[in-house]
């Protein structure tokens, strides 16, 4: 299968990685194209601006591009324009194009109350960044070749330490009243990318991808420290938490055949603490 990663940072090159391994041909696309490991292919480019020339023999594109901001503007450049000037360039170009992966977010969803999140579940995004979000993912099932969004909590993973580093400093607060959190280990997404962009059939129009358990942050928080040997974090206000309060389910995902290395956050964060795995940079 000849792949196009669209925007290779971290998830997007550990895609790329374990696509090659799997014998797939991977050209990656990004700014900063010389940072990109061989045995990825790296196409240099600001989007959405002009295109370096593009191999005419895609099959499949995975879009992991990230706004460079969190203002509306930069999220319509990365997740509507700079995915729609790609596909567009390849469709027009004759490309045997067959699958779109996307990478979406939990964040399409407005729930607060604690309550289960499916794919089912309306989208209701509480902020004009999680309307462009939804307004991608309807974009890209909109076009000729069929599409899957995959619609990810928080990703964690090596170098990817913002609870840890909160909790080193001292930082860190227990919030009162708790919310839930849903997180998904770096490697577990690029899995879930690759899982997506080679199932067969037609796949569903999104997934879910977090990992097996929903948890509340004050727990995360309190077994991090515990790892960390640094005192539980006091109970106290904490700002609201842009991720809502939802338990999500990966059900959807888990029934077509993929499933975490890290089912929860104790095994995925242990990882991380014991070095294992790089961040990409
Ligand atoms: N972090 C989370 O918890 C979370 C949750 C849900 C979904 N996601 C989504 O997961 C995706 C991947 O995240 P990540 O952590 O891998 O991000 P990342 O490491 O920041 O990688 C983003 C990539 O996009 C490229 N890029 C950005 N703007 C570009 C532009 N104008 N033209 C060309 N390339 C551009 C960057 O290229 P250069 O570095 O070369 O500039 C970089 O390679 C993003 O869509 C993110 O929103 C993340």
């Known amino acids: 299968m000849n792949v196009l990663v669209v925007g290779s940072g971290d998830l997007g090159t550990e895609f790329g990685l374990r696509a090659s391994r799997a014998g797939h041909r991977v050209h990656a696309l990004r700014r900063r194209a010389h940072l990109l490991p061989a045995p990825l292919v790296g196409l240099a480019a600001e989007l959405p601006g002009p295109l370096p020339d593009l191999p005419t023999d895609i099959e499949v594109v995975v879009i992991t591009i990230a706004a460079d901001g969190r203002d509306e503007a930069a999220y319509r450049r990365a997740y509507l324009e700079a995915p729609a000037r790609v596909l567009d360039a390849l469709e027009d170009a004759g490309a045997p194009l067959r699958r779109v992966v996307f990478t979406?977010?939990?964040?399409?969803?407005g729930v607060e109350d604690g309550s289960e999140v499916t794919e089912g579940t309306p989208t209701a995004p509480t902020r004009a960044t999680g309307e462009v979000i939804v307004a991608a993912e309807v974009a890209v099932a909109a076009r000729r070749?069929?599409?899957?969004?995959?619609?990810l909590g928080g990703v964690y993973g090596p170098g990817r330490e913002r609870l840890l580093r909160r909790l080193r400093a001292g930082e860190a607060v227990l919030p009162e009243p708790d919310v839930h959190t849903n997180r998904i280990h770096r490697d577990d997404a690029a899995e879930a990318l690759l899982h997506l962009a080679t199932l067969p059939g037609v796949p569903?129009?999104?997934?879910?991808?977090?990992?097996?358990?929903?948890?509340?942050l004050g727990e995360v928080l309190s077994f991090l420290a515990g790892e960390l040997g640094v005192p539980v974090p006091p109970?106290?206000?904490?700002?609201?938490?842009?991720?809502?309060?939802?338990?999500?389910?990966?059900?959807?995902?888990?029934?077509?055949?993929?499933?975490?290395?890290?089912?929860?956050?104790?095994?995925?964060?242990?990882?991380?603490l014991a070095g294992e795995g790089v961040r990409h940079p």
């Open 204 to 216: 569903a129009a999104c997934y879910l991808g977090v990992d097996d358990e929903p948890a509340l």
């Open 104 to 109: 979406s977010s939990t964040a399409v969803y």
């Open 145 to 151: 070749v069929p599409a899957v969004s995959l619609r």
């Open 235 to 272: 109970r106290g206000h904490a700002p609201r938490s842009r991720g809502g309060d939802k338990r999500c389910s990966n059900a959807r995902l888990r029934a077509t055949g993929w499933a975490p290395t890290y089912p929860s956050f104790r095994e995925g964060y242990r990882a991380v």
